[in-house]
């Protein structure tokens, strides 16, 4: 038990030591980002099995335009993979949004676009069903740890809502709840 105080009082200080030598970000042109994190998926319609699942939360991209050094407009990717019927699938978005930075190191981002549940990539065509397309919403919240003048490492959370309609009749209604560490390029 010591040497576990003591490695997390090391790292502390160790992080402590790089976050005082942070330098101020430059936001403008053109930004990039990923997000890797674990999440609970929870469907609220449309599942005959169970209605709950966690697992990691892919794939998380997001490209944009800084349209002022605190606001950008991006084009996110959000999702998790989960299993139905012994197959892969990935519940997935598509989403336009705006991230503001209220501080120096905390933003806030929403956005309103399309929603998917397809098979996962590296499943078989043959084994899975169709994709089905809806829309969805996404709310994101995140701290920048560390900061440098072209890229920032951030601790963020994602909600993501989203409805799908099948094609074999009724909705798919989703809810992603997740929470990683995000890198963003500026």
């Given at each position: 038990?010591?040497?576990?105080?003591?490695?997390?009082?090391?790292?502390?200080?160790?992080?402590?030591?790089?976050?005082?030598?942070?330098?101020?970000?430059?936001?403008?042109?053109?930004?990039?980002?990923?997000?890797?994190?674990?999440?609970?998926?929870?469907?609220?319609?449309?599942?005959?099995?169970?209605?709950?699942?966690?697992?990691?939360?892919?794939?998380?991209?997001?490209?944009?335009?800084?349209?002022?050094?605190?606001?950008?407009?991006?084009?996110n990717?959000?999702?998790?993979?989960?299993?139905?019927?012994?197959?892969?699938?990935?519940?997935?978005?598509?989403?336009?949004?705006?991230?503001?930075?209220?501080?120096d190191?905390?933003?806030?981002?929403?956005?309103?676009?399309?929603?998917?549940?397809?098979?996962?990539?590296y499943?078989?065509?043959?084994?899975?069903?169709?994709?089905?397309?809806?829309?969805?919403?996404?709310?994101?919240?995140?701290?920048?740890?560390?900061?440098?003048?072209?890229?920032?490492?951030?601790?963020?959370?994602?909600?993501?809502?989203?409805?799908?309609?099948?094609?074999?009749?009724?909705?798919?209604?989703?809810?992603?709840?997740?929470?990683?560490?995000?890198?963003?390029?500026?």
């Amino acid at each position: 038990m010591k040497k576990l105080i003591f490695t997390f009082i090391i790292a502390l200080i160790a992080v402590l030591n790089i976050q005082a030598q942070t330098e101020k970000p430059i936001r403008k042109g053109f930004t990039a980002g990923a997000f890797v994190g674990v999440g609970a998926l929870h469907f609220t319609e449309g599942m005959s099995e169970k209605a709950t699942r966690g697992g990691i939360s892919l794939p998380n991209l997001k490209m944009g335009w800084f349209v002022s050094p605190r606001t950008a407009i991006y084009v996110n990717t959000v999702g998790q993979i989960y299993e139905s019927e012994g197959v892969d699938r990935s519940f997935e978005g598509i989403v336009p949004s705006i991230q503001f930075w209220a501080t120096d190191k905390w933003w806030l981002s929403g956005g309103y676009g399309a929603s998917l549940d397809t098979r996962a990539l590296y499943e078989s065509k043959s084994q899975s069903r169709k994709s089905d397309w809806g829309k969805g919403v996404l709310l994101a919240t995140g701290y920048e740890l560390l900061q440098r003048e072209r890229w920032a490492l951030d601790l963020q959370t994602r909600l993501y809502m989203a409805r799908v309609s099948r094609d074999e009749g009724g909705n798919l209604d989703g809810t992603n709840f997740s929470i990683g560490v995000g890198i963003s390029l500026f």
